[in-house]
């Protein structure tokens, strides 16, 4: 008699269960004496017993009076062919994941798991906390070997029955030397690691570079010359004329190379292939706001100057051609980004317009120069006509 007491109050709290599942997938919130009514259910029957018995009936709430307002019920017709569809077979004849029977139970049953052997299954599986970005192409990652800026992590090599050319060869002695792990891989997984990119059968897996601060570098100016020649970038936002820029800027010898941080491009892989590893030696430094640091150099005896279009008009300041100007003292050499050019809040701050002029006359559809190609020219009028401190 005993035991088939017991066995109808198990039947019984079982459908209490269900019945709450169904109250809370309805949107209804929990009240205090819900919540005693399931620590109950908890304590006596836990589902995790597979048993599946007494989900199929819909019976009235343990507190029926404040959920009254309820327009809508479940019919038992519903609730038979949901039980069904939990007791499917994992996989459909389609071969897609069927949805397992009392999933919302996993959440439940870990709540239950102590705090310290939470914490310790979570110090078993750390997250990685630093962000990686995959390199490409033999001179990035050359020079990010060589450099030491970079923290390597692998790299991955195209698998060949051929003798890998030299510079691959290189670039693989260096990563042993450092003794990082080199994964030979197949082109098609090279393709999909850098995107598509031409990669030269190689890629490197390794943290990413970031713009440098004022503070990083302080009191190493680092410039060589008495008149130094910072160049000064706003809003360049394509990465292959970023890495054209710092490309140029550091064969023809500029001093420093600075950038607006929130509108320009970051310092991504496809800048560093673009610059030729140029962005793994010369470093790009960042500031939140350009015009305090130009009013801070102005300050300090350093000339400003601008650069326009062969249209632009600008009655306030001087517009010059490039080949006019001469380098004397420090100056800040600014240019602006593809097709808006120097902002207004820039432009005025500047003492001097530098303009490239054409050689011919130009189709009404051609404006200027590609902004990589205009730094290019008007870097090198600038410096030729610069003095070495020494002489």
């Known amino acids: 008699m ?32 819900w919540r005693s009514y399931h620590s109950s259910v908890t304590l006596l029957c836990s589902r995790e017993d597979g048993s599946g018995r007494g989900e199929r009936w819909w019976r009235g709430t343990p507190d029926s009076t404040e959920h009254s307002s309820m327009e809508t019920k479940p019919t038992r017709g519903q609730y038979r062919s949901d039980s069904r569809k ?90 042993q030397r450092q003794r ?37 570098t302080a009191g190493a100016h680092g410039d060589s010359a008495e008149a130094p020649l910072w160049l000064v ?9 970023l890495g054209a820029i710092l490309r140029s800027a550091y064969f023809l010898g500029a001093d420093r190379v600075i950038s607006s941080i929130h509108n320009s491009c970051p310092l991504t892989p496809v800048v560093s292939k673009a610059s030729s590893g140029v962005m793994e030696v010369m470093g790009v430094y960042g500031y939140d706001s350009l015009a305090d640091m130009l009013k801070v150099k102005v300050r300090q005896g350093w000339q400003v100057v601008g650069t326009v279009g062969v249209a632009e008009v600008d009655t306030d300041v001087p517009v010059l051609r490039c080949s006019d100007f001469q380098l004397t003292k420090p100056t800040l050499l600014l240019i602006g980004g593809e097709g808006d050019g120097l ?13 490239i002029l054409p050689s011919r006359e130009l189709h009404p559809a051609v404006e200027s120069l590609n902004v990589s190609v205009a730094t290019g020219i008007l870097l090198h009028t600038l410096l030729s006509s610069r003095r070495p401190a020494h002489q």
């Open 2 to 33: 005993n035991l088939r007491l017991l066995t109808g109050v198990r039947a019984c709290v079982r459908k209490l269960s269900y019945t709450r599942d169904v109250i809370l997938r309805l949107g209804i919130h929990e009240t205090p004496r």
């Open 180 to 216: 990082v792990r080199i994964q030979p891989v197949s082109k098609k997984e090279l393709d999909k690691l850098c995107g598509g990119r031409v990669h030269q059968g190689l890629c490197l897996e390794a943290s990413p570079l970031e713009y440098l601060r004022e503070e990083d």
């Open 343 to 355: 902002s207004l809040e820039l432009r005025r701050l500047c003492q001097a317009l530098l303009t």
């Open 86 to 175: 939990a007791t499917q077979r994992p996989f459909s004849k389609r071969g897609s994941p069927g949805k397992p029977a009392h999933s919302g139970n996993r959440l439940a049953s870990y709540s239950r798991i102590p705090s310290d052997l939470q914490r310790l299954s979570q110090d078993d599986f750390p997250e990685t906390q630093q962000r990686l970005e995959v390199l490409f192409g033999v001179a990035p990652c050359l020079l990010a070997l060589t450099q030491g800026r970079r923290k390597v992590h692998r790299l991955f090599v195209r698998e060949t029955s051929a003798p890998q050319r030299a510079t691959v060869q290189q670039v693989c002695e260096e990563a």
């Open 233 to 241: 970038l706003d809003g360049v936002q394509d990465p292959m004329n």
